[in-house]
């Protein structure tokens, strides 16, 4: 397509358009593992990056690609490598694009597996500053000669803090160091790190991409902003074979995606695209009922504070709304001192107590009791994370229904 189309046409109309065989409307699930070659000198071209092709599905597979792509248009993005899990995204782009001595700045609000593979980074000799990054001249200050990357989160989990994210990219762009800003949270659908300068773009596909929880998937976009001629630590062979904006993504690819082996198996990309269809219809409704949930328990006598971006005693509601294309469906709470919170998500009856975020359905967890278990109670009271804490993943359910659970739960608590 050469004139643009709107978002869902884009990404429906996206595998057809390749051309798949026989006029297919969705990209075929290609099993294949290897691929033959007529000439070899065919086979030498994708080796040495002469021609486009496949030769051995770890690192390309058509299935993939046509995710990839379909990631890429939906990010506004340049191009896009797919990974077998969001985490395999985070920690082979880091692996690839960084060395022993490099200074990264991260939000100290990072989802934990993140902060547990930074942590393992530095036990490899990699310098990380963890800042508050709803503050830009935290980041600012944390900058360094070596640094090489700002990463932070769109809204964090699970306190939902939105960080500085235009400042911090004007920023990057002055020091000409990479922006990795993890979009899974928001969704392209909500937001486009490339409006606020990033370099690459994370979405784990597990979430709202996929959306059903039926396949683990994971991406990491460059938008085409960043000029890697002058990143020091690309390989020499890839500067003699690669055009110049390819460099980093390639360097992702073969370093990254290759040598880490956290390929997506083709099955999973296509059920991962095939959810992708509807991301727009399935927020929409998420975003409406996570506003609905948030207000009626804000108004509750038994909750004591709510976090969701979408109220306006969220300290950064006018920032969200100036750059999201909606709230998104995740929000916390915690219940006031004395409130059993066990006993109430166990009263939930339609609400499931699940880890997984970005489903269909609504999901309810305990923060401090599993997903930030492992940080210890000093660290949770420095992220502001109360033993009460309840993180909700929004579904599509009927809003009617997902209200009368809570009041329900709710009204047997005092
Ligand atoms: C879930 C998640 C990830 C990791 O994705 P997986 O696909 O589960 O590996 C990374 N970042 C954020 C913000 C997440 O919510």
């Known amino acids: 397509m050469n004139d643009k189309k709107g978002f869902t046409t884009t990404i429906l109309h996206s595998d057809r358009l390749l051309k798949p065989e026989f006029g297919a409307l969705h990209q075929p699930i290609h099993t294949a593992v290897t691929w033959g070659f007529e000439d070899v000198q065919g086979l030498v071209n994708v080796f040495q990056n002469k021609a486009k092709g496949?030769?051995?599905?770890?690192?390309?597979?058509?299935?993939?690609?046509?995710?990839?792509?379909?990631?890429?248009q939906m990010e506004d993005g340049m191009a896009t490598v797919a990974f077998s899990?969001?985490?395999?995204?985070?920690?082979?782009?880091?692996?690839?694009?960084?060395?022993?001595?490099d200074h990264i700045i991260a939000s100290s609000y990072l989802f934990g597996n993140t902060r547990s593979v930074m942590q393992t980074y530095m036990d490899m000799g990699l310098a990380i500053t963890f800042v508050d990054a709803t503050s830009v001249e935290e980041i600012k200050n944390a900058y360094q000669e070596?640094?090489?990357?700002?990463?932070?989160?769109?809204?964090?989990?699970?306190?939902?803090?939105?960080?500085?994210?235009?400042?911090?990219?004007?920023?990057?762009?002055?020091?000409?160091?990479?922006?990795?800003?993890?979009?899974?949270?928001?969704?392209?659908?909500?937001?486009?790190?490339?409006?606020?300068?990033?370099?690459?773009?994370?979405?784990?596909?597990t979430k709202y991409i996929g959306g059903h929880a039926d396949a683990l998937g994971g991406s990491v976009t460059d938008t085409g902003l960043?000029?890697?001629?002058?990143?020091?630590?690309?390989?020499?062979?890839?500067?003699?074979?690669?055009?110049?904006?390819?460099?980093?993504?390639?360097?992702?690819?073969k370093r990254g995606l290759r040598d880490s082996g956290g390929t997506l198996a083709p099955e999973a990309a296509h059920t991962i695209s095939v959810g992708s269809e509807t991301i727009a219809l399935r927020l929409n409704r998420a975003c409406s009922n996570a506003m609905a949930l948030a207000e009626f328990l804000e108004?509750?006598?038994?909750?004591?504070?709510?976090?969701?971006?979408?109220?306006?005693?969220?300290?950064?509601?006018?920032?969200?709304?100036?750059?999201?294309?909606?709230?998104?469906?995740?929000?916390?709470?915690?219940?006031?001192?004395?409130v059993d919170c066990f006993a109430f998500l166990n009263r939930l009856k339609l609400v499931i107590k699940s880890s997984?975020?970005?489903?269909?359905?609504?999901?309810?967890?305990?923060?401090?009791?599993?997903?930030?278990?492992?940080?210890?109670?000093?660290?949770?009271?420095?992220?502001?994370?109360?033993?009460?804490?309840?993180?909700?993943?929004?579904?599509?359910?009927?809003?009617?229904?997902?209200?009368?659970?809570?009041?329900?739960?709710l009204e047997h608590s005092s």
């Open 299 to 338: 108004a509750h006598p038994l909750v004591s504070k709510v976090y969701y971006p979408g109220l306006t005693s969220h300290p950064q509601h006018e920032l969200a709304g100036s750059l999201f294309n909606g709230y998104g469906g995740l929000m916390s709470f915690a219940l006031n001192d004395g």
């Open 54 to 72: 496949y030769a051995y599905s770890r690192q390309g597979n058509p299935t993939v690609t046509a995710l990839e792509h379909k990631v890429t």
């Open 146 to 205: 070596n640094t090489k990357m700002v990463f932070v989160e769109t809204i964090a989990n699970p306190a939902t803090q939105v960080a500085a994210l235009g400042p911090i990219g004007d920023f990057c762009e002055e020091k000409a160091i990479i922006y990795m800003v993890d979009n899974t949270m928001t969704s392209p659908y909500i937001f486009r790190p490339v409006t606020v300068k990033a370099s690459l773009v994370i979405n784990s596909l």
């Open 356 to 409: 997984n975020l970005g489903d269909t359905r609504t999901l309810a967890i305990p923060v401090a009791h599993t997903i930030f278990f492992e940080l210890g109670a000093e660290r949770r009271a420095e992220m502001g994370i109360p033993d009460s804490m309840v993180r909700l993943s929004v579904g599509i359910e009927d809003q009617e229904d997902i209200l009368q659970d809570f009041k329900q739960a």
């Open 85 to 101: 899990t969001g985490m395999a995204a985070i920690s082979a782009t880091l692996l690839a694009l960084l060395k022993a001595g």
């Open 226 to 253: 960043y000029n890697w001629v002058n990143f020091p630590n690309i390989a020499d062979v890839l500067r003699e074979q690669i055009r110049p904006e390819m460099l980093g993504i390639t360097q992702i690819r």
